[in-house]
């Protein structure tokens, strides 16, 4: 019984820990393939070299992440099989076709044509690599629209029925793809990630203004004034639009899944007439009560259900075996949310900044931009702890629970395979973080190499040799 | 005319389809890691990448429409093999992970390029081995229990999975040296068609001894192979076998760039081939059939849709990829 329950809970950390590392490379390269897109299109309508610069500049980091994001969801790909194998029994007939489309519509077109877009501009003209760079990008979008409406239906199952064999069956397809969850999942998510990487792109805009400010240049750069301009566009407009559609996602969420929302909430009580928002405090599980609460009383039931006096239900309404564990989701909900209203700061300064003409000189607004590069990846993880961990003790919410959906493997086999992905995810992955901030401490030059050296690729018969190259032989030897 | 098909048969041949396209196209990159070594720093490994760097991640790709395939169409025989082959899976995905990042890092990194490079090929052999090892577990047989794997965490390894393990090390290595017979000149290309002798010798043996080991394996396999008629059909493999090994070393003696390289692919088809007829129509040999595993009609339908418009239109543009990067490449090309 113990060795189960320890190999059920490293298979658990296993699980979490390399899709934690994975997340984190889709949501910046899903909202990066688009701004490459963007300054792709921007340069071929207006033919202004600074975006062909910006475009160059971030292919290269956009190179390196993406060869992380791919190689770190091959292993999400096997790791149903092999650490959730019961679970992939069960849901196979469901969720299989859902990733086989992920795998057919996203992950091909590309890989297809992530060649061309890195390698080929000299080979097929700026036309046809434009298109290149929209395949990409729109093959990450229907990438995140695929595993968003696997996950969703793990959170708010529907459509399907059960067979002899006890595996869920699909009974109507537009039920399970479309499943209640998912619109509001797949618009928070996505927004997250363009959030994500306008506050990467707006950071290392910021650093180059201010190394600009303190180096002999009269006037900062054009690249760096761009990307940063870009960017906080992008937080000004985008983060008030995702606290809106958070909001709407919790409501969401309180409808199909009440008790995350309990736990989100620190709500181990019902209250009848109207539930205190409790701002911070310590959540104690065994106890049934937040310890140290520092609460406004009422405007919980106002936030969730918009009327100061509506009664919302607590934990003590659900059975204790499920109950999500509840001080990790209400810290990580917290933190997610506090992220949130940096970057509604961030947003707002700079419209401020602009509308005073001081967008490219206020350093203190850059430094603000350059500590908040990270907040979208913390603020991703953070909201995916709170989902995926407010899901348990679930892995099909209500109707397959996480402990009967594990492999039949021992613990040392579990164990052994969890060492290796953490000492290998954090040599390989720390080294690739390494080599985008080495990236991107350089400035954005005018005309900036891309990946390729610029040099074209050498196919037969189509550039000369240097011997036959008729200026050379004109030139003096040296 | 749907309602008159057999799904679950045509699934098993999407997916065998998906796992040829991956050894077709993987195996060459793979082999290029294993070879890596071989290959002098500088401007040799340097074009040596080249050669696959705007492709891997698409021939990477069929990898994942393999397992998710599986998931999907067979979902039985997915959470049965994949606990069975634990640790050979895991190995593989790490070595996937080395050699996947080093076509990026080694370029951004010239100070720690040797350690790239020995990262390169250490993730390709042990993808390779982890690949070889995983087929020979499945072939041996793998211990069912009710619907799930009854076997232990080490029953994987054995001498015949080892054997094939080092048997696809020599195949996937044939496979990239033969490619650079294709893709480069000069004194690599040399190389390459030196190397590409011998292991196409070692290949063949490997082919002869796995061939030779499987049908007293425990299972149906005898029977499939040497049980009259069959045999009439069955024989022709091996006999084709030899005819490509011939038409092979004619090939390379007479200094064809891209013969050796689409004869390498065809004795891999044989080999295949060879395993169809082994195992079908099981998908976990010996122990559950393709319509025990297979999914219920409606999920494959909903896929087969799909697949039936998007295989073709991943085909023609993973040609169009191929053909804007066709021809010799050298060591200045990319990056």
Request: glycine share 10%; with cysteine; net charge neutral.
């Amino acid at each position: 019984m113990l060795s189960t329950f320890d190999a059920l809970l490293l298979a658990r950390i296993q699980f979490g820990f390399t899709v934690a590392f994975h997340i984190i490379f889709p949501a910046f390269s899903i909202g990066l393939a688009s701004y490459l897109a963007v300054l792709e299109g921007l340069w071929l309508a207006t033919g202004r070299q600074v975006f062909l610069d910006l475009f160059k500049y971030w292919i290269k980091i956009f190179a390196i992440a993406f060869a992380m994001g791919v190689v770190s969801g091959l292993v999400m790909s096997y790791q149903f099989g092999t650490n959730w194998s019961v679970f992939s029994d069960k849901t196979g007939p469901v969720l299989g076709p859902l990733m086989a489309y992920e795998v057919l519509s996203a992950f091909f077109l590309e890989a297809g044509f992530l060649g061309v877009m890195l390698f080929g501009m000299n080979k097929v003209g700026p036309r046809l690599h434009f298109l290149a760079t929209l395949a990409v990008a729109f093959g990450t979008f229907f990438s995140a629209f695929w595993i968003l409406s696997v996950n969703s239906w793990m959170h708010t199952p529907q459509g399907h029925g059960v067979n002899e064999a006890g595996q869920f069956v699909p009974l109507d397809w537009w039920a399970i793809v479309f499943n209640p969850s998912f619109p509001y999942r797949l618009v928070h998510m996505v927004l997250a990630a363009y959030l994500t990487t306008a506050l990467v792109v707006g950071a290392v805009g910021a650093w180059h203004l201010l190394k600009d400010r303190l180096s002999t240049l009269s006037q900062s750069s054009e690249g760096a004034r761009t990307m940063f301009s870009m960017a906080m566009w992008m937080a000004a407009i985008v983060a008030p639009i995702q606290i809106l559609a958070g909001d709407m996602h919790g409501i969401n969420t309180l409808e199909h899944q009440p008790a995350k929302v309990m736990a989100m909430e620190g709500h181990f009580e019902s209250h009848p007439e109207g539930a205190p928002l409790i701002l911070f405090g310590l959540p104690n599980q065994e106890a049934g009560r937040v310890d140290y609460a520092l609460q406004i009383p009422k405007l919980s039931s106002l936030v969730l259900k918009h009327s100061l006096n509506a009664p919302l239900k607590g934990l003590d309404t659900v059975p204790r075996e499920n109950w999500p564990p509840v001080p990790v989701v209400f810290w990580s909900f917290r933190i997610m949310v506090g992220m949130g209203m940096l970057m509604l700061l961030l947003g707002a300064l700079s419209l401020l900044a602009r509308a005073r003409g001081k967008l490219y000189e206020w350093p203190a607004l850059h430094g603000f931009a350059l500590a908040m590069g990270p907040a979208g990846f913390v603020a991703v993880l953070a909201g995916w702890i709170t989902t995926e961990v407010g899901r348990q003790p679930f892995t099909v919410y209500g109707l397959l629970r996480t402990a009967d959906s594990a492999s039949p493997l021992s613990a040392p086999a579990v164990g052994a395979s969890l060492m290796a992905f953490v000492v290998i995810y954090f040599a390989v992955f720390s080294m690739g973080v390494i080599y985008i901030l080495r990236l991107m401490a350089k400035p954005p030059k005018p005309g900036e190499h891309g990946v390729e050296t610029g040099v074209p690729i050498r196919t037969a018969g189509i550039t000369p040799a240097p011997a036959h190259d008729p200026d050379r032989t004109l030139q003096p030897a040296e | 005319m749907i309602e008159n098909l057999d799904l679950t048969v045509v699934w098993a041949f999407v997916i065998a389809f998906a796992v040829f396209a991956y050894i077709v196209m993987d195996g060459f990159d793979l082999g290029i890691g294993i070879l890596f070594p071989t290959l002098a720093p500088g401007p040799e490994r340097d074009t040596a990448m080249n050669s696959v760097a705007p492709v891997w991640d698409g021939n990477e790709t069929w990898l994942v429409l393999g397992g998710g395939g599986l998931f999907a169409a067979f979902p039985l025989a997915y959470a049965i093999i994949m606990p069975a082959l634990y640790a050979p899976i895991i190995a593989m995905l790490l070595g996937l992970i080395f050699r996947g990042v080093a076509f990026e890092f080694r370029w951004r990194d010239p100070a720690h390029r040797a350690f790239w490079d020995v990262a390169f090929t250490g993730g390709s052999v042990v993808a390779t081995l982890a690949q070889g090892i995983a087929l020979g577990a499945l072939l041996q047989g793998i211990k069912v229990d009710g619907r799930a794997y009854g076997g232990g965490w080490w029953d994987w390894l054995s001498p015949f999975s080892i054997l094939v393990g080092v048997g696809l090390l020599f195949g996937y290595g044939l496979l990239g040296s033969t490619w650079l017979v294709m893709r480069t000149e000069g004194p690599l290309q040399d190389r390459a068609r030196s190397l590409s002798l011998w292991l196409a010798g070692a290949t063949l043996l490997a082919i002869g001894s796995v061939s030779a080991a499987t049908p007293f394996l425990e299972g149906k396999y005898w029977e499939r192979w040497f049980a009259m008629p069959n045999v009439l059909l069955t024989a022709q493999v091996p006999l084709l076998v030899a005819i490509a090994g011939f038409l092979f070393f004619l090939a390379l003696k007479k200094g064809a760039d891209r013969a050796p390289f689409l004869i390498a692919l065809g004795l891999f088809l044989l080999c295949f081939v060879g395993l169809g007829i082994s195992i079908f129509p099981d998908v976990v040999p010996g122990r559950v059939t393709i319509w025990e595993a297979a999914s219920p009609r409606s999920s494959q339908v909903f896929i087969l849709v799909g697949a039936s418009v998007l295989i073709p239109l991943i085909l023609a543009y993973t040609a169009y990829s191929y053909w804007v990067f066709r021809g010799k490449v050298d060591s200045s090309g990319y990056h």
